[in-house]
């Protein structure tokens, strides 16, 4: 293994390395050069010395999940990037305490099998635990901030436990995203019980309609823009909107888009599906650069129609001269 990899050798047991490796492989949108290292960490217990070795190396280091999220670059992350692979998952006394590595389906699976409820409705969304826990994933009115009562982080120095008022959650995001050198290691919650055959049949048929939207084998991020709160509008632009489109005090971003014909639209392998103007997805060609093209092309005519700018939902990587939300 070249370069510094060597001196991860008394690690070995815990992490796997692999350098240079192409992040297309680990992305939903199949898109993203490589990163210089990527090491998968199944123990919480490595990480300060680990962290203490790699610091010595002098690159960026970031923590991804399941990369469903993520638009990386095509030159890549010129840096590590660190994923906490831990999948433990306890249940006692009415709470569940589980980490990060965990798939996010294995989630909602686990507590529909034990007719606690609270999450079906968010069953289907890709990535992993950690990944839903940093952006306070949501779907169908279910949020992460709902039923988590404390987050675990490795700060960079050691390991300390978030209380749920701490975390910042509110849509779409979380104080986490703040605290980019955090590694979100495994959170505890709360889930009420339910009736079990019930919570199947919602999740059942949710995951149908997210199948038809969302076609399992689809390369994208889902949602790009996060839909804008009504109350921080102007009354100009609130005026247009039908208000039956308002829900829960959000515009969705794809009535604003579909306005301004982004439908169809194409940035060479890069389209806009048809049918939903708020998701991009890669028809197998495509490039991050195309991806980028099309996201400001679309946020420049809302912006030109509407007088404000769309909110990217997706989190960049590997991009100096674009924000991570
Ligand atoms: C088809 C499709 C449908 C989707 N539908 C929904 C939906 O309905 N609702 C919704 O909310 N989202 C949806 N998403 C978006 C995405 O699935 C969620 O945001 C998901 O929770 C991201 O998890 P991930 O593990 O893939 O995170 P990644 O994409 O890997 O990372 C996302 C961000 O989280 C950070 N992160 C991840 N893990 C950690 C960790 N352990 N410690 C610190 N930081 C971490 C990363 O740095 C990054 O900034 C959809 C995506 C797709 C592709």
């Known amino acids: 293994m070249p370069g510094f990899a060597d001196r991860l ?14 992040l297309s492989r680990h992305t939903r949108f199949g898109l993203g050069g490589p990163a210089a290292y990527l090491i998968d960490v199944g123990a919480p217990t490595v990480l300060p010395a680990l962290l203490a070795e790699l610091r010595t190396w002098g690159l960026p280091l970031i923590t991804l999940g399941g990369g469903s999220n993520l638009v990386v670059a095509d030159e890549g992350f010129p840096g590590i990037v660190l994923r906490f692979t831990g999948k433990d998952i306890r249940c006692h006394d009415g709470l569940t ?5 965990l798939l996010w389906q294995n989630l909602v699976d686990f507590h529909t099998a034990l007719a606690l409820g609270g999450m079906e409705k ?10 839903a826990l940093y952006g306070n994933a949501g779907a169908y009115g279910q949020t992460i901030m709902d039923f988590v009562l404390s987050v675990d982080v490795f700060d960079g120095q050691g390991f300390c436990t978030i209380p749920r008022e701490d975390c910042g959650f509110a849509y779409r995001t979380s104080g986490f995203k703040r605290h980019k050198d955090w590694i979100l290691l495994s959170a505890t919650m709360h889930l009420a019980p339910g009736d079990g055959p019930a919570l199947a049949a919602t999740a059942e048929q949710i995951l149908a309609t997210r199948n038809e939207k969302f076609p399992p084998t689809m390369k994208c991020a889902g949602s790009i823009f996060k839909n ?3 109350a921080a509008l102007p009354e100009a632009v609130l005026s247009r909107v039908p208000p039956p489109i308002i829900r829960s005090g959000k515009i969705p971003s794809a009535w604003f888009l579909e306005q301004v014909g982004s439908k169809g639209m194409r940035r060479g392998g890069i ?9 991009i997805y890669n028809n197998g060609t495509g490039t991050a650069a195309e991806v980028c093209s099309l996201i400001d092309e679309l ?6 129609e509407f007088g404000f700018t769309l909110e990217e939902e997706v989190q960049y990587v590997g991009f100096s001269s674009r924000p991570s939300y």
């Open 271 to 279: 389209e806009v599906a048809s049918y939903h103007a708020n998701l």
């Open 9 to 22: 050798e008394p690690f070995l047991p815990h992490i796997t390395v692999r350098a240079d490796e192409a």
């Open 299 to 304: 946020k420049a005519r809302v912006l030109a």
């Open 97 to 101: 305490t589980a980490q990060t590595g």
């Open 122 to 131: 968010m069953t289907g969304i890709p990535g992993w635990f950690g990944g």
């Open 228 to 230: 804008p709160h009504a």
